[in-house]
């Protein structure tokens, strides 16, 4: 490849070119960058780093700690401590947010993420990856609390997510498009490899947990029989499923070659209001699909729309293909 575009040209190019990007949020996607190299490096040890299994702890989600989750949300938190761009942190992995340490300056963003989202993969060496969310401190409300966070997707500033699989991609949009970056593990930097990804508008592949179909509504139900039917049915075409239970890798293959991602509310999790967490999954994960050209729905509802009631929220998720996602909504409209 001639003329390698590294994330720092990007950047700075962005900045030139659109004037959204001032040096703090420069600042906080270059560090983020490089704490998604050390989870990539840890992630990639395998056995060898010792870091696989459980941590023996819990999390706000009720869910048992990987070693690896532990130590992900232990390295975005260090590498964003210092830079004094942040006013503090919200992750999965914690049940508050984490406050920037006193000896450091503070600065004007938010910085949500999933540290190792999908990591119920690592011990069976899946793709994993780590998504995260900027937003603006909340004007008039004390940036370190909760209600600061309590911001509609549509505020945000940046979103991303790393992949780590067969490559380390890290997927970035600031609202002008979604970008694709490759890691160089010669150069020990992240290398522009797409620019302005556009989702397929229309698709034949769906991404869901089949298992969960006797807890879906009714309108799930129906859209993935017709894609089930394929041919014979009232699609007219075959169609193909992909789950790999790690939204990162799923949510990626769609943004690559289109398809339709869903986690519908069901009868096994309304009770919590759905699977996903709002703040630093689903909405972080919309930004970038609808700057592709995709849409994102709870199936009733735009999810970037929504207005955050409380910071680990959860929700359905339904985003992909334009097409499809219309389609999915327009039957939840029916029922
Ligand atoms: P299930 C991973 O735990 C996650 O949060 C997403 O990455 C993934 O899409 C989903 O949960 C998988 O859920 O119920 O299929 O294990």
């Known amino acids: 490849m001639n003329n390698p575009v590294s994330l720092t040209q990007f950047l700075i190019e962005e900045q030139r070119a659109h004037g959204s990007l001032n040096a703090d949020l420069r600042l906080l996607l270059e560090v983020v960058a490089r704490a998604c190299k050390r989870i990539s490096i840890a992630v990639s040890k395998g056995a060898l780093g010792g870091v696989l299994g459980e941590a023996g702890t819990g999390n706000i989600q009720g869910e048992a700690q990987k070693k690896l989750d532990v130590l992900s949300n232990e390295i975005l938190l260090q590498a964003n ?74 505020q945000q500033v940046a979103a991303g997510y790393a992949v780590y699989g067969p490559s380390t991609l890290l997927v970035l949009t600031l609202g002008t498009g979604v970008h694709v970056f490759t890691l160089d593990r010669e150069l020990g930097s992240f290398t522009l490899t797409q620019r302005d990804v556009r989702i397929p508008e229309d698709t034949q592949e769906f991404s869901i947990n089949a298992s969960n179909r006797r807890h879906w509504e009714a309108p799930m139900t129906r859209y993935i029989d017709e894609c089930i039917a394929g041919k014979t049915g009232p699609r007219g075409k075959d169609f193909n499923m992909r789950w790999v239970a790690s939204m990162v890798a799923d949510v990626h293959r769609i943004l690559t070659r289109g398809g339709v ?37 709870t199936g009733r509802e735009r999810i970037m729309a929504i207005q955050p009631e409380a910071l680990h929220q959860r929700v359905p998720v339904i985003m992909g293909s334009r097409n499809e996602v219309e389609r999915v909504v327009s039957y939840h409209q029916d029922n």
């Not at 914690?94 to 910085?111: K, Q």
């Not at 119920?120 to 780590?130: C, E, F, K, L, R």
């Not at 759905?274 to 999954?281: C, Q, S, T």
């Not at 909405?283 to 995709?294: D, R």
Request: glycine letters at 12%; one cysteine or more; hydrophobic letters at 40%.
């Open 261 to 297: 991602f869903m986690y519908p509310l069901d009868a096994k999790t309304a009770a919590q209001g759905g699977k996903l967490r709002l703040m630093y999954e689903a909405n972080p994960m919309s930004f970038i699909i609808e700057q592709a050209g995709g849409k994102s729905s």
């Open 81 to 154: 401590a210092w830079g004094g761009h942040l006013a503090a942190m919200a992750s999965e992995e914690m049940d508050h947010p984490s406050l920037i340490p006193g000896e450091y300056p503070t600065g004007g963003y938010l910085l949500l993420f999933d540290p190792l989202d999908g990591s119920s993969n690592i011990d069976v060496n899946i793709s994993v990856g780590t998504i995260f969310s900027v937003l603006r401190v909340k004007e008039g409300v004390e940036p370190t609390c909760e209600e600061s966070f309590l911001q509609p997707g549509t």
